[in-house]
């Protein structure tokens, strides 16, 4: 009897095995990407902002120093965004009709909040405290990114678990020394730049980074990748 | 295909001579026709309309309930603390003990050579299919959050830098009744491919035959292709085999690995399994029965196979009774405080009406299949199969709900009392099994046409 | 301090509170622009929908569809909108964009993230529970108790705990209200101007005022100022739950009001005479005694004192008793006069007792006798003035005066009688002598005796459209429907004001927040009448000061006084007091023939919602009552034996034993529909469910106040009967009625169903005798060792290292005051369920208070086990879970991953504690905007859908490690406390680390009398118990 389907269909048949397997991994994959896309986390995406804040122009060109606004980050869990006031403490006489910075003299004027847009937004079931931190010598570089080479503030890195954890499991490949911490410019130490801290130098930051551990008695990674420490 | 008149058939053979496998005067052609036409005919039996129609209608509850649960939370059902697990476990566990059949009628007896499981092992494997697809509903629904269950279940590198925990026996679950399903779906697409063929020639119009067609992935018949099919075949029942076994095994340590008293035994997993193939056979009588009935299946579907499969039964229902026997001793036995009180609790708690029912139903009702009399009625067969397949649902309760309700400090017990929503739930499954059972039965050779076909007198001349 | 508007927009994450506050506005303005009908019905449809929800709920008791309870009548959209939002939440979905506002002007003392603390205190019941409160940008979230302050040490009591939940409640009055219809405070004022201008005129004949008992001298100061600017006028006062016998006792006893002041620490034989000093702050002074009575219980070895109580109705106190005999309210009065007889007061007027009583009066007597002026007997509250005057009579003749017990001036500003100032009050109302009331605080409609009829008599005074009543309340209450005007009243967390607590010490009140309903204090609204209308409270409080203080450093005192939470020596100093020898004649001679079919009646504020000012307070209605475990409902009291008089019970029940097994009949605790009672008390009659409570005296019953509102929030209403309407003026305590059964039942909401121990030993207890004998009887078993355990033994892996959390839990010291369990609620974010759920066995509390009955249920031995997460070091919840949602920490605590767990409930299976709690249904509360101004941001909110359990407050745990570390040192003992331990009066709760030898916790787990629960599990909790030791008298069966 007549054959109903065409010789192709063979080839057809035998290629769907393999392609279906293959379209699978592909959808999978894909999905892994997407999770981690900036789609998702935002990543190297600014925000709009009331006033076009530029931390380029502040930190490297004024060298402002972190603090001078960020005023709680060493003493509290929130870093702390300044209140309008500290705008207005240089802004009362720089750039003081300039079109920029209307919302601000606005929200001065009013007693109204500026309302910026969140850019480093961890969900609200973490509970990330910056003073720890910063005592224990993480540099805001290390999270933030090199915020002085920033026109428009953006997220430097995805702030999801598996990053958290890149620095929890081994602090020793971060940790720099305190006075450091706030040092934009600063760099890890290599053969071609060495570190020198208390008076001994340091050519790799894995050497360095144990020393630090030490003497920062920083606790275990076992310790710090314990749920609670994060999580409550 | 109008029923016929069951008692010609289903006469009794003089005492010491057991029933053939198959009726009288059949031929290739016949077993060919019989079989294949319930599923090529134009005209679909009112009774399978109607059927379906139920079925359906039923299916719609399941949806209801499972949307109204995804909307609102578990709390719709009756669980509460201390008893955290309800109908959706007993469910679960029930399904799956009844996907068992399947593939022990398949694979074990193939591997045996019992040359009667042929008639009943298509959709006994369907059977399996279906019963194993309402299982895996539950472990995820039953989740607080299943749209997170869903993936988190499963291992994978996700941004968390996390991996699900493998010391827990849900994680086991997972695979073991993932892998279950895998292999017996595989089984059952392959023993159907040379059937799918027959279809295909067999078919009027070309859409079905091109329909048939493709499910036969190109089959002709040729000795290599029976060669390789039979190699297949062999391997996929070696593999099938140990997951009979080990499927139930590691759904009972859900339970046995637990603290809790009652929960916490070591003979839990041939419990378990005996206990499945005991409410598997159940259903495949439950199914078998009315389906030879109605579409006049008799000959193929003979009283010797309903006789077997009520004696594994009997087999099964045995080992189940001896351990609820040895459940009791051991609590006796150890003479640990909270086991005695389970065991107390079981008898006289406030649950204990459930238990004797359930003693009841597996223990005292399947001793009724010593009698031939019993085993070579269709009618009272089905009857106990009914019996033993709430029986077995009560065996799952009780493990579940009785152990947890009272477990260690008496000022934490508690009662379990389900919702409409567990009910509507346990119906709506049972209508989904229902309508995917049925539309199987319309579409696809519910008999291995070639496995008969392998049984005639004709087709012993070949060896 | 106060704050400024802006805290309310600068909350961190922001994303918490922007909306909330602009909601918040948005109800005000709503409110206020709202007329007439309208404005009723935006208030009151959700009265309406909880009517319709208890219609359901009497309909169907048990199997109540999920829907028509509080907590999940929410529409789909809502729920299925908030569990995607937590989905949101999760791996790989997108984070919503949040604004953040920062300040506009920071204020100096504030460090974002960070929490303050103030000092202030609570008027409670007319005298003051002193208190820190925790802000976090000056939003108040938690109360703790202020260790300075010797009316807390530290400590708090259940009220403290739940009042910061009144002041969030949703429920509150927000708007000046004339008539019914919303007004601008403008408006109000000028009318009240008027008014008194014209009471000015007429000498202020027909101006009344009725407050609560006041215990604040500014206020008090300024009511005298009122009286003597309008002499005509009259100042009366009511409290529900008074002390008028001590009123009355006390100016028989001492021909003067006096406060008494006890030294539980000084006594080594304490008789109570129904006085439940160890129940709750409607015994002043309760935190500090209690805490001073435990002193001597913690070292049995070390001088344990004994505590004699005869009581009329099982209460905590009776629990702790060493002896304690269950009489009728009207047998104390002879109980007291025979054991008065014994120790040398009056003569015996050969009262007739049981043997069980003659005997426990022996005993006690011959105690007494042994230990003069180191001894204590001390009246109740609720006792008769006679009994009140006999105790003191009996303390003077055994020496305890100057030595356990002070009498010192009382502490109400102008103490009355408030039950005759209640009726002059209502019959000056009925006979028109009465133009303008200005009802100050509480609720005299719903909570006056019953024969005085205060509400009939209101009707009769605003009959006359000339009249006005001005009310100042936090709620609109039953009172309300005969205000003129309606003032919403300030939560005392929003006013300036001060108050003394039982010792006479002034604490200053400061607000941590504005007025969230710009509510006005008692003080601003005395003060139009004296023509400060426009000084703000502050001032107020502040003049008074000022004038009283002598010496130019007034800001420096003013602020260390507000730092401190109290003022220096300000307690009142010891009267030397003479009793005069003459015992009162007996007061409760109505007692004979009116036995028989009668039945006593005793009335006792609710231990969970007092007099019914909490009743709308969820955390308090769920919170179980003590030794009942009941919740949402007040209950009757009666004893086993009458409730199977009155063919109640299926089976007869002669041993606590039996009662439990009655309840495998009935089987289905958590809701036990329960049998109504009709209880008539001179005529008037309210059904109630019975209760057949272990301890109960016979042939009485005991009916709890403050339920049956009219008027009350969504939490309060539809549950409970209201014991006020049949309180008869002239037995408001103790009266005779009559009892009988009804057919109808009421389904009571049960946290526990089983109080027997059976053969498992959670609480272990002994005597002094014996524990001298068997030091070692809490560990007569020996634990399986370590080795015995097929899960993974941490120790090896190097964990535990820096610090060991753990807990040790003294048995011998709680007094089950619930306060922990409220502590936990506030602290950890805790979500209250509803009563149907409650039934179902969903109780989310992570702390609860296991009860124990043992031996006769006519006076049983009880005893109370707190039980909060064991934190197992092998923890059989762990392995289960398959995502790894609850796992070990190195420092030893079963941390709890909410935003991981998927909900399978496998752990809560697999706990023998059964201390997990489960979130059947979204029962968070994520739409009122206020109630998240209340939450703890350091706290997640768990949404639907997951498990939580105690997690030692890991929150506090990782707070003092952080400022340890970054001070480069460990974290000290006593640096951590968890919420439990903090609030308890007695510090039966010990949290520490056991790796530091010197920590309080790892001395007590040294402890002989240290056990584990269920320790042949082998599960290795954290949290351990002390065995309990009582000390009974040794010549006791000889007496």
Partial sequence: MAQIFHRSANTLARASILGVVLLLSAVGAALMQLQRSPYVTNQHIAPDQPVP??????????????????????????????????????????WTSAQLLEPVRYSFRTGKSLEWSRVHDLPDYVYFNHSIHIAKGVGCFSCHGAVDQMPLMYAENSLQMEWCLNCHREPEKFLRPREEVFNMTYQQPDRHHPVTFEGKQYLSQIDLGQVLREKYHLRTPQDITSCSTCHR | MAPQVQDEIDVLPPKGVRPPILGPGQTLRTVTDRIGGVVLTKHTPVFWLLIVAVAVAITGILNTAIGYLLMKGTGIWGINIPVGWGFAIVNFVWWIGIGHAGTLISAILLLFKQSWRTSINRFAEAMTIFAVMQAGLFPLVHTGRPWLAA????????????????????????????????????????????????????????????????????????????????????????????????????????????????????????????????????????????????????????????????????????????????????????????????????????????????????????????????????????????????????????????????????????????????????????????????????????????????????????? | MSNNSDSQSSLIPASEIKPATMELEAVRSKLADAKGPKYWRTLEELVDQQAFGDLLEREFPRHASEWIDPVSRRSFLKLAGASLALAGLTGCTKQPLEQILPYVRQPEELIPGRPIYYATAMPFNGHAL??????????????????????????????????????????????????????????????????????????????????????????????????????????????PIHRDSIRQGSKAAFGNYYDPIYKFAAADVVVSLDADFLSGSWFPGFLSYSRDFMS????????????????????????????????????????????????????????????????????????LAKSKGRCLVVPGVFQSATVFALAQAMNAALGNVGQTVNYIDPVEIDPVEHTQSIRELADDLRSGKVQTLVVMGGNPVFDAPADVQFGDALEKFAANEQNQ???????????????????????????????????????????????????????????????????????????????????????????????DGFIGNTAFPARQVKANAAVPPAQTAHVAGQQGEFVEVIFRPDPTIFDGGFVNNAWLQETPKPLSRTTWDNVAFISPAMAARYGFLRLEQKTIEQSDRAKNVNADHQSDAENVIEINVGGRKVKAAMWPQPGQPDNAVTLFMGYGQKRTGRVGSGYGYDAYSIRPSGSQYAGFGAVQATNEHWSIAVQQGHFTMDDRAPVRS???????????????????????????????????????????????????????????????????????????????????????????????????????????????????????????????????????????????????????????????????????????????????????????????????????????????????????????????IYFGDMNDPNSKVAKWKKNQRNYSLLADVNTRPRTTYIASVKNPNPEFEKA
């Fill in chain 1, 53 to 94: 804040f530029s931390h380029q122009h502040h930190v490297a060109g004024l060298g402002l120093d972190c603090r001078y606004c960020h005023t709680s980050v060493e003493e509290s869990s929130f870093a702390g965004i300044p209140p309008t006031k500290t705008c207005i403490n240089c802004h009362a006489q720089l």
């Fill in chain 3, 469 to 563: 009543l001005i009310q100042l309340h936090i709620y609109r209450n039953d009172t309300t429907d005969f205000a003129t005007w309606h003032v919403p009243e300030a939560h005392y967390l929003e006013s300036w004001g001060d108050v003394r607590s039982y010792d006479g010490t002034v604490s200053i009140i400061q607000p941590m927040i504005a007025p969230l309903f710009d509510g006005r204090t008692a003080g601003e609204i005395i003060a139009i009448f004296i023509d400060q209308a426009t000084t703000p409270g502050h001032d107020l409080v502040q003049a008074y000061w000022r004038s009283q203080h002598s010496g130019d450093d007034f800001e420096a005192w003013w602020r260390r006084a507000l730092h």
């Fill in chain 3, 766 to 988: 002994s005597n002094l005798e014996e524990f001298e004998k068997e030091p070692n009887f809490a560990r007569e078993e020996p634990e399986p060792a370590r080795d015995e355990s097929l899960y993974p033994d941490f120790r090896d892996k190097g964990w535990y290292q820096q610090h060991a959390w753990a807990m040790a839990i003294d048995l011998n010291s709680c007094i089950g005051c619930q306060a922990c369990t409220v502590a936990c609620y506030a602290e950890n974010n805790i979500s209250v369920v509803g009563k149907e759920q409650v039934q179902r066995g969903r109780e989310m509390l992570w702390l609860r208070i296991d009860s124990y009955y043992e031996g006769d249920p006519a006076n049983p031995t009880m005893y109370f086990q707190p039980v909060p997460c064991m934190q197992c070091e092998n923890a059989p919840c762990e392995p289960v879970c398959p995502v790894g949602a609850t796992l070990h920490s190195t420092e030893g605590l079963n941390d709890m991953v909410y935003n991981r767990c998927v909900g399978t409930r496998y752990c809560s299976n697999n706990c023998p504690y059964k201390v997990r709690r489960f979130n059947f249904f979204l029962f968070a509360d994520y739409e009122t905007p206020i109630r998240k101004l209340g939450r703890n941001p350091d706290v997640t909110v768990r949404s639907r859908g997951v498990m939580e359990k105690c997690t030692y407050c890991v929150q506090r745990i990782n707070a003092a490690r952080i400022t340890a570390e970054k001070e480069d040192r460990r974290v000290r003992d006593g640096e951590v406390k968890t919420a439990c331990q903090q609030s308890c009066p007695t510090e039966a």
């Fill in chain 3, 296 to 367: 001597r219980r913690k070292d049995p070895k070390a001088g344990m004192n004994r505590l004699y109580v005869a009581e009329s109705a099982p209460s905590t106190t009776g629990a702790k008793a060493d002896h304690r005999i269950p009489a009728l309210n009207a047998e104390i009065e002879k109980i007291a006069r025979a054991l008065a007889a014994k120790v040398g007061v009056g003569s015996a007027g050969g009262e007739q007792l049981s043997a069980e009583q003659q005997k426990w009066i022996n005993a006690a007597a011959a105690d």
């Fill in chain 3, 130 to 239: 002193p208190l820190l409160v925790e802000t976090h940008e000056f939003r108040p979230t938690k109360v703790e108790g202020n260790p300075q302050h010797q009316a807390s040490l530290g400590s708090t009591d259940l009220f403290a705990q739940a009042s910061i939940l009144n002041m969030y409640d949703p429920d509150r009055s927000i708007a000046v209200t004339y008539k019914g219809e919303p007004r601008p405070w403008g408006e109000f004022l000028g009318s009240i101007r008027g008014r008194v201008q014209y009471h000015k005129s007429n000498q202020g004949a027909g101006l009344r005022f009725l407050t609560g008992a006041v215990a604040s001298p500014t206020l008090g100061s300024q009511m005298r100022a009122v009286l003597q600017l309008f002499p005509q006028a009259k100042w009366h006062r009511w409290e």
């Fill in chain 2, 151 to 463: 993936y988190w279940l499963f291992p994978y590198p996700n941004s968390m830098g996390v991996w699900p925990q493998f010391r827990s026996p849900l994680i086991w679950d997972v695979f073991a009744v993932s892998t279950y399903f895998t292999v017996s779906f595989l089984f059952w697409g392959i023993g159907l491919i040379p059937d799918f063929a027959t279809l295909r020639d067999q078919a009027k119009t070309l859409t079905v035959r091109r329909i048939y067609g493709m499910l036969a992935m190109g089959w002709r018949g040729s000795a290599r292709h029976w060669n390789r099919y039979e190699t297949a075949y062999m391997l996929l029942a070696g593999l099938a085999t140990p997951l009979v076994l080990s499927v139930h095994s590691v759904v009972s340590l859900d339970f046995a690995v637990s603290v809790v008293p009652g929960w916490h035994t070591t003979f839990f997993p041939p419990y378990f399994v005996a206990g499945a193939i005991f409410s598997g056979f159940a259903m495949v009588l439950i199914l078998a029965i009315p389906f030879r009935y109605l579409y006049g299946m008799q000959d193929y579907i003979t009283l010797r196979h309903l006789q077997n499969c009520a004696k594994v039964m009997l087999a099964t229902g045995l080992i189940v009774a001896y351990s609820y026997l040895l459940e009791m001793f051991i609590g006796w036995y150890s003479n640990d405080k909270y086991e005695l009180a389970m065991v107390h609790n079981r008898l006289f708690g406030p649950y204990s009406k459930y238990y004797y029912t359930l003693i009841f139903c597996n223990i005292i009702t399947p001793q009724s299949l010593w009698f031939n009399k019993v085993r070579s009625s269709p009618a009272l067969l089905f009857l106990v199969s009914c019996v033993v397949q709430c029986g077995m649902w009560l065996e799952r309760f009780v493990i579940v709900v009785m152990s947890l309700q009272r477990d260690y400090l008496p000022t934490s017990w508690g009662m379990y009392w389900f919702t409409k929503w567990d009910v509507m739930t346990l119906l709506g499954t049972m209508g989904f099994f229902t309508l995917l059972f049925f539309l199987f039965i319309r579409f696809m050779p519910a008999i291995s046409i070639f496995e008969i076909r392998a049984l005639l007198p004709q087709a012993k001349v070949k060896e």
